[in-house]
């Protein structure tokens, strides 16, 4: 915190200060950057610095093994863990009594950055976040599927927000000599399953004239960065990591087209930024991009696909407008209010006990869909209604809310939890 770099760290930002906002005592444990500034709070968050093992292996298992460990003598009501990479540490929640969920990102094991041990271990760990956890969290519908079919586990099945910044002006964009709708964009790290490598193919084999801006990078991936740079022509600018969010805001709002190449995360925080811009977006095919994108998106799977778009996007102008009219009205489903107030309500009801005491056993059980079991057969809350207006409810101060529903104490008898979040 601040959030900068990730969809885990935008999550916990926006969900976290609502939560504060809210009454609750909120605590998060940040990983401790070499020189970076170590803030004790943030938007009414409590945060507790603590280092990690700067090895993409072990960087994120060690640093939340210190969390756990600083955790158990500085107790909470209800813990909230992201990615399931981190479930080796659960048991040591659970025998300290505290009640805890997992978000479990997205499918981890397909990722190419991992080995043969890294595969593995990543599903492993999938197994065990299944049977070690009080709830499991999915970001898309297509990783509950995942965890129904092969787990016949549920899932508290919350996404990410879209920020709306359609309004977002134009005079950052000068810092980096572009113009409104004088540019395709592409905000990725460049990991394989990312498809940075495909989408820069694809756009050198096109006549496109608008120049194809590249934000992003990745700490690890020094053979994959040179593999993009060399299928770029000089068409092609990497402007590296962007921090500056105002900047990064009005270039995802006056692209011309936003290129997502993300395959394997769930519903992903940078399409839905895009989303809220109301950028036309080109994506990679998968269940997870049209999951959000519906009509509104072009897909792709390979560079003809990448240069077919860009050549009907820049010939056919008026199809891009309506499809970012589109985009724009399909953000609000995704309203950082209205999920704060879904993970508040799973906190109460973790702080209550208000689970199921058996959790299933981990085991694959490779039916599949036709095997009849259910999508969520115990969850812990249901999806609260989004009001017709667009808006959605924000969490709001014990004192103003309504008794919860029957799964879930009432908010007379759980005091405003504190939460922690790693």
């Known amino acids: 915190m ?18 504060a906002d809210a009454g609750h005592d909120v605590v998060v444990y940040c990983r401790t950057t070499t020189g970076g500034p170590r803030p004790a709070t943030h938007l009414g968050m409590r945060l507790v610095h603590l280092p990690a093992l700067r090895r993409r292996s072990l960087e994120t298992l060690s640093h939340t093994g210190l969390s756990v460990a600083h ?3 500085h107790r909470v009501d209800a813990a909230i863990v992201f990615n399931a990479a981190n479930a080796p540490w659960l048991p040591l929640l659970r025998a300290a009594g505290i009640p805890v969920a997992t978000h479990v990102d997205g499918l981890e094991w397909k990722r190419a950055k991992w080995g043969g041990i890294g595969k593995r271990y990543y599903r492993v760990v999938e197994a065990l976040s299944v049977r070690w956890s009080d709830a499991l969290i999915a970001d898309a519908k297509g990783i509950a599927d995942y965890y129904r079919d092969e787990f016949a586990a ?12 359609d309004g977002a002006g134009s005079d950052r964009l000068s810092s980096v000599d572009l113009t409104p709708g004088g540019y395709h964009l592409v905000v990725a790290r460049f990991e394989p399953e990312n498809h940075v490598d495909v989408i820069v193919d ?11 801006v590249v934000v992003g990078s990745a700490p690890y991936a020094d053979d994959y960065t040179r593999r993009v740079h060399a299928l770029a022509d000089d068409r092609v600018r990497f402007l590296g990591g962007v921090w500056d ?5 009005q270039l995802y709002v006056h692209c011309a087209t936003y290129l997502h190449g993300h395959s394997v995360g769930g519903t992903n925080p940078s399409l839905l930024r895009a989303l809220g811009a109301g950028a036309a977006t080109i ?13 509104s998106g072009r897909y792709f799977r390979t560079p003809d696909d990448v240069t077919s778009a860009l050549h009907e996007a820049e010939r056919e102008p008026e199809k891009l407008r309506r499809r970012g009219k589109r985009a ?3 953000a609000a489903r995704y309203d950082w209010d209205h999920v704060a107030a879904r993970y508040e309500e799973l906190c109460r009801a973790l702080a209550a006990r208000a689970f199921p005491r058996t959790r299933p056993s981990g085991r694959r059980l490779r039916l599949g869909p036709a095997a009849g079991i259910g999508t969520n057969e115990w969850p812990l809350v249901q999806p609260a209604p989004v009001p017709q207006g667009g808006g959605a409810p924000r969490p709001r101060r014990a004192a103003d809310r309504p008794a919860a529903r029957p799964a879930v104490a009432a908010s007379g008898d759980v005091p405003p939890a504190r939460t922690a979040q790693s």
Do not use: C, H, W
């Open 154 to 165: 549920p899932t508290e099945q919350i996404a990410y927000g879209a920020p709306k910044t």
């Open 2 to 19: 601040p959030a900068r770099y990730g969809g885990f760290e935008t999550a916990v930002e926006e969900v976290g200060r609502r939560l």
């Open 328 to 330: 724009r009205l399909l």
């Open 71 to 73: 955790l158990l003598t």
């Open 202 to 212: 694809g756009y050198r084999r096109s006549d496109a004239e608008l120049p194809l």
């Open 245 to 249: 969010q105002e900047l990064l805001d």
């Open 283 to 295: 994506a990679y095919d998968v269940s997870f991009n049209r999951e959000v994108l519906e009509s």
